[in-house]
Each structure stands twice: as C-alpha cells, then as structure tokens.
C-alpha cells in the first residue's frame, strides 16, 4: 500500500527541507588554516574554540607547544606555551605565571592576540596541529615536503557549505597524540 501523502506532511517536510537550507546556508565562525588562497581545513570557530600548535624547534631539536582560543570577536589569542629548554630568542618570561611542569617550561596567562597567525609548516619540523572538540582531541599533521607550506589560520564566517570540503579534510590526517608521543596528553 502506498504512503498516504496529507497536507500536514507536506508542510512538515517543507519546513524540514527549509531548515536544512538555512542551516547550510547561515554563516558560522569558523578557524580557517588557508595555505596561500585555499582553504584547506576549517574547525569549529566560535567563542572558546581551542587549539594547540606542536612542533620540533629546528635548532633545540625538543618539542615545542604554544595554546591559542578564539575570543567572542574572533581574534585568535596565544593562551600559553611550553617547552623542554631555553636557547637563543626564547623569552625568560612570558604571561602572568612560568613554572616548571615535568621537566616542561610551562608559561601561560599570555592572552596575546595573533590574528591572523602565520606558521611554516616545515617538514623537518613536523607541525601538528591539536583541536579540542568537547572531549576529543585529534592531532593532525601539518607540515609537507618542500616547499614547507605558509600557513595562516583566522576566523572566518560562512555557510556550512562553503566550508565542507575543508571541515572534512583534515579527519584524513588526524592520529593518536598517544601514538605519536608514547605519553598521556598533558
């Protein structure tokens, strides 16, 4: 027997599918990481967005971890940084409270807007970029052979639509901190 189709379904999937169209069609803050003009990943942005930027220091040879969040303006702000030693153009000091964290220099209370904040993302530096979904953390890998690519990550408002390539790409590069690291995230 065929579905009965009535005027209150009609309406009901009407208004669904228009629904469905604002909610692609609505701007949203999004974190953009554009390499030149392309968007290549786009997280999440709104207010309290958080994300983490892990490298080796070319010169140190430690790994190195600056803490950044969105603010209600879209700005994005270092929030703290760590790292396993100090060397040349390392500051003594920086934000309100530096301590020492198992055998890390942990700085933070920074609160320094970066935007639009640019990295190069070489290889042999092995950028990763960590973002804080609720109670995920995915690491994803940044950095490519030569030419190490520019990075420039900022907020950015547009539709879902717009972003879905870019909000979808990034899931193909994420891994385990764990495994990577051998160690529980700090």
């Given amino acids: ?7 209150g379904t009609v309406g009901v999937s009407l208004v669904a599918a228009a629904a469905m169209a604002a909610a692609l069609a609505w701007p949203l803050p999004w974190l953009a990481v554009h390499k030149g003009g392309e968007l290549r ?4 942005g709104g207010e309290g967005a958080r994300f983490t930027l892990r490298w080796r220091h070319s010169v140190e040879k430690e790994d190195w971890e600056e803490w950044f969040r969105v603010r209600g303006d879209g700005a994005i702000v270092l929030t703290g940084t760590r790292f396993k030693t ?13 301590r020492l964290d198992d055998g890390w220099v942990v700085m933070t209370g920074i609160d320094r807007a970066v935007s639009p904040l640019a990295v190069q993302a070489a290889a042999a530096e092995r950028y990763r970029m960590r973002y804080q979904l609720g109670p ?30 870019a909000l979808v790409r990034p899931w193909r590069l994420a891994y385990s901190f764990e495994r990577e690291t051998g160690a529980e995230r700090p």
Avoid at 136 to 165: G, N
């Fill in 1 to 7: 027997m065929a579905p009965r189709v009535t005027p």
């Fill in 86 to 98: 100090f060397g040349a153009g390392v500051p003594a000091a920086a934000g309100k409270t530096t």
């Fill in 41 to 44: 990943y786009a997280f999440p």
């Fill in 136 to 165: 995920l953390e995915p690491t994803f890998a940044l950095s490519r052979a030569e030419p190490p690519p520019i990075l420039t990550f900022s907020v950015q408002r547009e539709p879902l639509w717009r972003v879905l390539p």
